[in-house]
């Protein structure tokens, strides 16, 4: 059997795979390299070479540079969108603003920082939000070159091919009209979504959390409702103590006064609501520079037990500040330094560098368990975070400094100032990204040479024989498109490239507009929750099912099909 048919069967069996779910693209992936190698189509050193790519080197760089983005305030202040409006003006201002976002950093950060947020907004049911908010980021993701991944990995191909790589904006001008066609189209879809409310959200363990109003904070001089102190999901505001005498239950038209200490009963999830609120110095805030957070349950030897944080001196012993304490369903009250601790209490700590060094840890806590939640970074910090990420970014567009050398350059400085630790590097590291697409550079790379790609080329002209050049592109459009439906993104753009780049090659023209049919086409997964990761990640949250995303997605897909055919040629003839 020839190279050409051996590659053919390996990736018609890895497609297959992909298909009916067998395994996790990056397995599949995997093992269709695997199988490349033992079988002598390529040499040890030619598949490793492809997992050191320039483009796969600054993809895994940007997703652990948006370990820290998510920790600054700009993802509060996007939050603060939500809920103010109507269902059409919220769409539009959370759909612009997270499609701009989405362009500079990757969009699955952005998807899984925010869906948090809307799922605790009250004003709005969180499957009217979710959808778009989900979409409007992989739109946004085709405004520039490291908006997605798929764009990153493209561009690899065009490398390997000995291509010009493609410019930060060059993807601009398609983009920019795609975005406002894909707004307009999710504004107006948004409402025939359904309202899928949580239930039974009153039956998460509730965790005292206390708040102290600063003179500055924006929430002095108004009343509770207008502040919307009430209408926290998973959050309730049930005392307010000031001058010492505490009020329960709080009046919603009592008026906040700087020096209030307010305190709520909610789940864990609940503490990023404290970040939306200017001015509100929630307890152990100045401990709090980022870290992720830990949950420790009090031992019955602990000699916490019977005591209380502040004659404890907690922060002083541990090198950590309690955020918030728990006890069961039991909702509790008073000061949250002044709560006399029990056995089998539950404490939410932001922990120092000395913590898991601290004296007894083992004695006075019967487990301690890591989350998946972090507090925001200080002011200083987060400002740094942001200019030095747009400072990294710019001097890259300038040709001043290359994205790889300047991301490097900027992890760094994170490492140095505490906005991101090595755990947290550790456990973001995008092991199965980095499986994919260097495996798919490889085979890529072989469909070139072996002639398969070529040999797909011919079967796609003999179809549109005839039509021209233009019906070609759409050809190839539309293929990458329901490849990306039915695999995934990267995936589509792995196999998808080499045949278009064979099929510009065959007609003799400029290969650009067919490798911005592979770019556009790729990042169309609309239809379908398994095309895409932020699809999947929304599916879930947001308790659709299938017919939501086809409600939406089938005419959001046809709008921007027709866009991207329509828009390609003029900006990039053939």
Not at 207 to 214: G, I, K, Q, R, S
Not at 507 to 529: E, L, T
Request: charge should be neutral; hydrophobic fraction near 50%.
């Amino acid at each position: 059997m020839s190279e050409t048919w051996l590659l053919a069967c390996i990736l018609l069996a890895m497609v297959g795979g992909l298909i009916a779910g067998v395994a996790k693209p990056a397995t599949m992936f995997f093992i269709a390299l695997l199988s490349t190698y033992l079988l002598g189509l390529v040499d040890l050193n030619q598949a490793l070479i492809s997992f050191t790519n320039n483009g796969l080197v600054v993809l895994v760089l940007l997703v652990l540079a948006a370990t820290a983005l998510e920790k600054t305030w700009l993802i509060g202040k996007l939050s603060q969108v939500i809920g103010k409006g109507s269902l059409y003006s919220t769409i539009g201002k959370l759909g612009l603003s997270t499609a701009l976002l989405s362009s500079f950093t990757n969009n699955t950060a952005v998807v899984a920082s925010l869906i948090g947020v809307v799922r605790r907004n009250q004003t709005h049911a969180p499957s009217k939000l979710l959808l778009p908010l989900n979409f409007a980021a992989i739109l946004g993701g085709t405004l520039t070159l490291i908006g997605t991944s798929t764009n990153l990995i493209v561009n690899s191909f065009v490398e390997n091919a000995g291509l010009t790589p493609l410019g930060f904006f060059e993807f601009t001008q398609v983009g920019i009209i795609i975005v406002a066609v894909g707004l307009v189209v999710l504004m107006l879809l948004a409402n025939t979504l359904p309202d899928r409310r949580e239930e039974n959200v009153d039956e998460a363990l509730p965790y005292l959390l206390e708040a102290h109003v600063a003179k500055q904070s924006q929430l002095v001089g108004k009343s509770v409702i207008d502040n919307r102190l009430r209408s926290l999901k998973k959050l309730y505001l049930v005392e307010l103590e000031r001058s010492g005498i505490r009020i329960c239950p709080v009046p919603p038209n009592m008026v906040i006064q700087a020096g209030d200490m307010l305190r709520f009963s909610g789940a864990v999830e609940s503490v990023e609501l404290l970040h939306q609120f200017d001015g509100l110095e929630w307890f152990g805030k100045q401990h709090a520079k980022g870290q992720n957070l830990v949950e420790a349950v009090l031992g019955p030897s602990s000699k916490l037990v019977g005591t209380s944080l502040k004659d404890a001196r907690f922060r002083e012993v541990y090198d950590s500040a309690v955020m918030a304490i728990r006890r069961g369903h039991a909702p509790l009250k008073g000061g949250l330094g002044d709560i006399v601790l029990q056995p089998g209490d539950v404490l939410l700590i932001t922990p120092g560098d000395r913590f898991t060094q601290s004296p007894n840890l083992t004695t006075d806590f019967a487990a301690i368990s890591g989350l998946d939640l972090n507090v925001r970074l200080d002011d200083k910090r987060s400002n740094w975070v942001i200019l030095g990420f747009v400072l990294t970014i710019l001097l890259s567009v300038l040709e001043v400094v290359p994205l790889a050398k300047g991301l490097v350059v900027l992890l760094l400085s994170y490492f140095a100032i505490g906005a991101v630790s090595l755990t947290e590097l550790k456990r973001r590291f995008p092991i199965e990204l980095v499986v994919i697409v260097g495996s798919a550079l490889c085979l890529a790379t072989l469909m070139i040479n072996t002639g398969l790609a070529a040999t797909l080329a011919d079967c796609v002209i003999s179809v549109f024989n005839g039509q021209g050049v233009f019906a070609a592109f759409v050809g190839v459009f539309f293929i990458t498109l329901i490849v990306t439906e039915l695999i995934t993104n990267n995936a589509a753009a792995a196999l998808a490239f080499p045949v278009a780049y064979a099929v510009a090659t065959s007609y003799g023209v400029d290969p650009r507009p067919f490798i911005m049919a592979v770019v556009f086409g790729a990042s169309a997964s609309f239809i379908s929750p398994y095309g895409y990761q932020t699809n999947l990640m929304v599916y879930n949250a947001g308790n659709y099912k299938i017919s939501d995303f086809v409600r939406v997605g089938l005419p959001l897909s046809v709008v921007y099909s027709l866009t991207v055919i329509f828009t390609v040629p003029y900006f990039f003839p053939f």
